[in-house]
């Protein structure tokens, strides 16, 4: 079975710290991405590797980045985290392909910054 | 500019009652459109792929459709069970396998 494992459901940080999220998919795929869900907004993609040590921004980057030294684990850090980060991130992975790939999503990590 | 819109926002359906969730899409090269269901407080579980106008697939209840503007997803005598949040997204262009996402259709059914 398809599995991607964020390493909490739940946190709370306070404003100015410094926070590591983590994913882990063990399906071998290439490309592993960070999105964050807001009501009304829907999904919004943060950044995305499709190689080890490789890392692209999406559309949303500013005040994030990301760490992916292993093909299995791909990290999204807060710099500094704001309560305007409040929200639920999401990690996908997919096979890199040059048509198209359905990505599998973990279970989610609900952040709140107070 | 890529853009996925998905109608309506919200629908509540009788058990039993068939209906359809709209996804229509303005992007340049589509390679993909995917459909996910989202139960609260979880990450999006994979549905359907369709690449090509004409295509359908199914699965259960679920039968997903798609032109060269949209896609429909045809829910056929839903259950209680069957109420989640929707989302479509679709993959265009060249180079990245990123998904863009509509913000869904929230379907309840009621027993």
């Known amino acids: 079975d398809v599995k991607v494992t964020q390493s909490s459901r739940y946190l709370v940080k306070r404003t100015g710290e410094k926070v590591f999220l983590e994913c882990v998919q063990d399906m071998d795929h290439e490309n592993m991405f960070w999105y964050r869900q807001d009501p009304g907004l829907g999904l919004r993609l943060i950044y995305f590797?499709?190689?080890?040590?490789?890392?692209e921004k999406g559309d949303i980057p500013e005040g994030y980045s990301v760490s992916r030294e292993k093909k299995e684990r791909f990290s999204l850090i807060l710099e500094s985290a704001s309560t305007n980060q409040t929200s639920m991130y999401l990690c996908a992975s997919s096979f890199f392909r040059l048509g198209s790939a359905e990505a599998f999503f973990g279970q989610g990590t609900r952040l709140t910054v107070v | 500019e890529d853009q996925v819109t998905q109608s309506p926002e919200a629908l509540r359906l009788q058990e039993g009652e068939s209906s359809s969730l709209n996804c229509s899409y303005t992007v340049s090269g589509l390679r993909g459109l995917f459909w996910y269901r989202q139960d609260p407080g979880k990450g999006p579980e994979f549905l359907f792929t369709?690449?090509?106008a004409g295509e359908e697939k199914e699965k259960e209840r679920l039968k997903a459709t798609l032109t060269k503007k949209e896609s429909f997803l045809h829910i056929t005598a839903p259950k209680p069970e069957d109420s989640a949040t929707y989302l479509c997204?679709?993959?265009?262009?060249?180079?990245?396998?990123?998904?863009?996402f509509g913000t869904g259709t929230r379907l309840t059914v009621i027993p």
């Open positions: 590797s499709y190689d080890v040590k490789m890392k």
């Open positions: 997204a679709v993959q265009a262009g060249t180079g990245a396998n990123n998904l863009f």
């Open positions: 369709l690449y090509s």
